[in-house]
């Protein structure tokens, strides 16, 4: 695409910012290492050393000098990330290809959530519906929702993106945002603008066994038994079929991926289709798991995945899952130890961190962009 | 006296030579309407309110012009500076701060109350200083950073500040007061005071729109001034070639960076002003949305043109303000749709913003260079710049 476009981007500059330069030098990788284990290691410690309040028993504090509230947060936390990994997913896809920052993707998530709870009710699951009944209903809102966001998605990079290419990259970047906008408020016109609660199909809070004094609940289990699947099966795609090196070939170079003869537009709109279902199966886990949805969702958690993404190394799919379970931990952490209010920022603050430290993330490559 | 009188006709001069006579007419126009137009309409009238808020939103358009036009850094938290010159006013011109006795040229009733009370000027300028400062801080992360990742940085900015907006009310700075009053707001702030003419009152919009006029003014003419400076100039250079302009001898950390301070500082006084004419800072208004609303004003009247972001300022502000809210609304009910407009604001903007990308990327009034940049005439076009080096802001 750099040769086409009017104002290329050129690569960053040695000389700019030799002191934030010599910073990263010496940080870099370690030090974004050490400022992601800081949050568990320093609450670890302080669980051990002063305890923490683990409930009341006749009316007095019942302190706890032990491991096993961080291991909870590990297990709250890493089941949560592993939503986020699917969502990261379709932003390390959709950027690896056409270096584009999908900000209506997390809106894409918010529309496969509500396709799902919408599709309980036209099939009649509810809290009485057998075992059997559940899981292939399940499986087919799943189906379902999973070809809804990811055409959807198709449909978003057709009208929105596609046709400014060419264009300087800020031109799409907005469309994205303006997408988003679009979205959420076909959302709000849907579902109204407060959270709604959704039938708690399986009873998602419910342990099914514990390890070492950490409950390990049904919602945990589920978000892991469609993630693992769903990567595998992506990155199955994406190593071994024609498609698939057709993606990785257009990520790499889109000009010279079309002078061999692919078809740089199917490829594109085939990763937009990946990115959307994926998307689309985290907005149904997320409705299972979290038992209540929102228009405002997606907006979070679009922003959630995004730092996921760029932790992991952007256009990195191994980076994405990991980034995406980081980042997990970290929320479950500040949500216990700080208080939601503010874990946003908390999450904010680790993207900046990662910004300055290492913009190329874990497991990335240098980019044009990140330098 | 006479060095001044010499001074002011080298500058006259100067003036002619550069702005043709038709411009200045249509200038001097358009400053005469703006000084008449409160008398044609009622002084306190939806359509006042709805102008006076439209101005406002000209200022901040103006200033995110700076960063996202000139400079071409995409600025996705710009609603962060919005909020700081909004708690400017209210930290520095109400009793928020109720242990603290400092006046400032404030009218006689807010000189005996409890708290900062400063006056609105002063507050301006102490906004303005703020948002400055501030703008420097975010924009120290993205230096090494562009594009996409510029706008991430600062959307996380944006984001935190908000944040700190809200859960400000459980952040204790000492003798029981609190950073900032969250979502309850800080109310009962100062209406501005200016001695011979009295406090402002909102009975009466007509003194408060010619303020806000007054204040477009002067951020206008800097803008004008700043665009064909050295300092704009570099932008332009840096927005273009980054490479290009840093092996030219530009200065991309002082350039990046006084581009983000200058913009923010315009957000901070028009926040400001809008802390004292809502009378009440509430965190509940500093939203992401907000700053896409603003950067939907520059997009809809073209990056990097002032007269195009002061059009889509005053646009989007009367749309949103005017249009939606007393006109439009309900249309949605008439045909049947069971919502009123107002809710879905943001949706109809960011259908502006889609439909205005793909069939207009240029803008209402688009900036000489970008529209050569867009439209399909670029080799023509380059060679008449080329050969015509005086014009302004091409050959330089």
Partial sequence: METTTISPTPSPPAVAARSLAAVRRHAGRWGLIAALAALPVYYGISDLTHGYQAGVVAGHALIHHDLSKLGFNFAEGLSNGAIWALIAIGYTLVYGIIELINFAHGDVFMIGSFTAVGLWATLGLGLTTSALGLVGGLLVTLIIAMMVTGSLNVLIERVAYRPLRNAPKLASLITAVGFSFILQNVGLLWRGGSPQSVPDLIHSQQTVFTIGGVPILRGYILAFAVMIPLVFALTWFINTTRAGRAMRATAQDPEAARLMGINVNSTISLTFLLGGMLAGAAGLVYALYETNVWYFQGFKAGLIAFTAAVMGGIGNVRGAVLGGLIIGVIQSLSDSRLGPQWTEAVVFGYLIAIMVLRPRGLLGEETREAG | MSELRAQLREWREAVDKRVPWWNRALIGLLLVIGIVLPFLFSSSSAFMNATIIALAYAVMSLGLNIVVGFAGLLDLGYVAFYALGAYSLGWFGSGFFFKAH???????????????????????????????????????????????????????????????????????IGGGMTLTAGNLGISAVDSPYFPGIGSFNLLNLRPWYWLIFAILLVVLFVNLRLRDSRLGRAWVALREDEVAAVSMGIPLVKTKLLAYAIGAAFGGMSGAFFGTYYTVVNAGQFQFGFSIFILAMVIIGGLGSIWGAVVGGLALGYINNYLIPDVLNGIPARLGFNFQLTAVEFGIFGFLLVIMMVLRPQGLIPERRRRLELTAEIAPADAQLAEAPGTPGGGT
């Fill in chain 2, 102 to 172: 400092i006046h400032a040229l404030v009218s006689p009733v807010a000189s005996t109350l409890p708290g900062i009370h400063l006056n609105f000027i002063l507050i301006l300028i102490g906004a303005a200083l703020i948002c400055a400062a501030a703008g420097i801080v975010i924009g120290l992360p993205t230096l090494r950073l562009r594009g996409d990742y510029i706008a991430i940085v600062t959307l996380a900015f944006g984001e935190i500040i908000a944040d700190v907006a809200v859960n400000g009310q459980s952040v204790h």
